[in-house]
């Protein structure tokens, strides 16, 4: 079965960059998704079509994709942003997420 | 707003059948995707399944043979089956929207604990 590899854990002081990366077989083939989650609330969707931010969502977040990797980039890292990451893509119609970083600002 | 409500038994004692209902308000559940996924205590997420208004389905195949998903157009509602449950099912349940030609989740639940225990 298809597997996305993501680090347990990144650590970044405010107002630095975290970037947060996703591997799989091929990942670059395949459309990403990332989502944020707070503890105890849902996933919040940050990026979409690798690249894409839905409204309402800061600039400061971005993404990309290529190779086996796809990366979520938060610039000017604020501490609201301290949360766990998701990064989601499709293979063969069956959805796989990521295994999940904790992002702590510290 | 779109929003989503996921309801159902809190407690489920194993191997009995596990059901939930996510009732989507201010939106209409045609034209889009709609997907379970669901998250142990501490754990990660994991895609359960989806379908569409029309009826089509796919399901993770971890668990494809244990679970069912069902819609009602006219209610404006998902439903979930999960039979023979053990203790590893304990988790909270997600229904989401998925949206686009790429099926991205835009639209959430907020999700309900479901916990397997006698």
């Known amino acids: 079965s298809y597997e996305l590899s993501q680090p347990p854990s990144v650590s970044v002081s405010p107002g630095q960059t975290a970037s947060i990366t996703c591997s799989g077989d091929k990942l670059g083939d395949k459309y990403v998704s990332w989502y944020q989650q707070k503890p105890g609330q849902s996933p919040v969707l940050v990026i979409y079509q690798d690249t894409k931010r839905p409204s309402g969502i800061p600039e400061r977040f971005s993404g990309s994709n290529s190779g086996n990797t796809a990366t979520l980039t938060i610039s000017g890292t604020q501490g609201m942003d301290e949360a766990d990451y998701n990064c989601q893509a499709w293979d063969n119609s069956i959805g796989v997420f990521g295994t999940g970083t904790k992002v702590t600002v510290l | 707003q779109v929003q989503l409500q996921e309801s159902g038994p809190g407690l489920v004692k194993p191997s009995e059948t596990l059901s939930l209902t996510c009732t989507v308000s201010?939106?209409?559940?045609?034209?889009?995707?709609w997907s379970w996924i669901r998250q142990p205590p501490g754990k990660g997420l994991e895609w359960i399944a989806y379908?569409?208004?029309?009826?089509?389905?796919n399901y993770n195949p971890s668990l494809k043979s244990r679970v069912t998903l069902s819609v009602d157009t006219s209610k404006n509602q998902v439903s979930l089956k999960m039979t023979s449950v053990t203790a590893a099912d304990t988790a909270v349940y997600y229904c989401?929207?998925?949206?686009?030609?790429?099926?991205?989740?835009?639209?959430w639940g907020q999700g309900t604990l479901v916990t397997v225990s006698s």
């Open positions: 989401a929207r998925a949206v686009g030609n790429t099926y991205y989740f835009d639209y």
């Open positions: 201010g939106g209409s559940i045609s034209g889009y995707f």
């Open positions: 379908m569409s208004d029309s009826g089509s389905t």
